[in-house]
């Protein structure tokens, strides 16, 4: 079965530090791959998603992630991170065999200090 | 605005009592999910459903049953509540059919407690 793993789960930063949070997956064939983002009391909302194309993907508030085939990695990054960006932060992944089902990480709790 | 709508924000229940979960969605989409999400464990699916009256099991099904009866609705059923079912309970949908890597769209979340 597909599995999805995300190795740091709590993450602490001062503000203007750089960000990289892991991601590797387990399924060998054609994914989708997307991080989610969990802001406190607030929904789950997609922070960007890679189909296919050029594997590194930019998506909102200046988080990117770079798509690795041959590591199975989807690292998210941030150059510059915010206190606004504490938040739990979810890999998920869809492989092409699962229709929609997703299959998400554990989640990082990530706290950046003002 | 894509909406889904949870029916309770908190919900306290007893071992052994029924619980219903409702999620309503306003994109008239066919796909509808119910996941649990536990610390360190992530989302995890429960059930499932592509279509009216359809549903398949996820990844941890067992303790749960789904009901699809209209489009909008999907249903999460506990049928006799145990502490372990202790969650926060989340909706999706996603934007059309069978199509894989559809963006799913979240609800707010439940979360249950069972004493």
């Known amino acids: 079965a597909q599995s999805v793993s995300q190795h740091n789960h709590h993450v602490i930063l001062s503000e203007a530090a750089s960000l990289e949070l892991g991601c590797n997956y387990s399924y060998g064939g054609t994914v989708n791959l997307f991080w989610y983002v969990q802001y406190p009391g607030q929904h789950l909302q997609l922070l960007l998603k890679y189909f296919s194309g050029d594997p590194l993907v930019k998506g909102i508030k200046g988080f990117e992630a770079e798509f690795i085939k041959s590591k199975f990695s989807f690292n998210l990054r941030k150059p510059s991170v915010q206190w606004s960006d504490t938040a739990e932060y979810f890999c998920?992944?869809?492989?092409?065999?699962?229709?929609?089902?997703?299959?998400f990480g554990g989640g990082t709790r990530l706290m950046v200090k003002p | 605005d894509v909406k889904v709508t949870q029916s309770s924000r908190y919900l306290v229940k007893r071992t052994g009592e029924k619980v219903f979960l409702e999620c309503v969605q306003d994109m008239d989409h066919e796909n509808m999910f119910w996941y649990r999400q536990d610390p360190g464990l992530g989302l995890r699916l429960i059930y499932f459903s592509y279509d009216v009256k359809m549903k398949e099991k996820g990844d941890i099904p067992e303790g749960y049953s789904v009901s699809r009866e209209k489009k909008e609705r999907f249903s999460l059923i506990l049928e006799s509540a145990s502490t372990n079912q202790t969650s926060m309970y989340l909706c999706a949908h996603t934007t059309s059919g069978a199509t894989p890597g559809n963006v799913q769209f979240f609800g707010p979340g439940t979360r249950l407690t069972v004493l």
């Open positions: 998920a992944v869809i492989h092409n065999n699962a229709g929609n089902m997703l299959t």
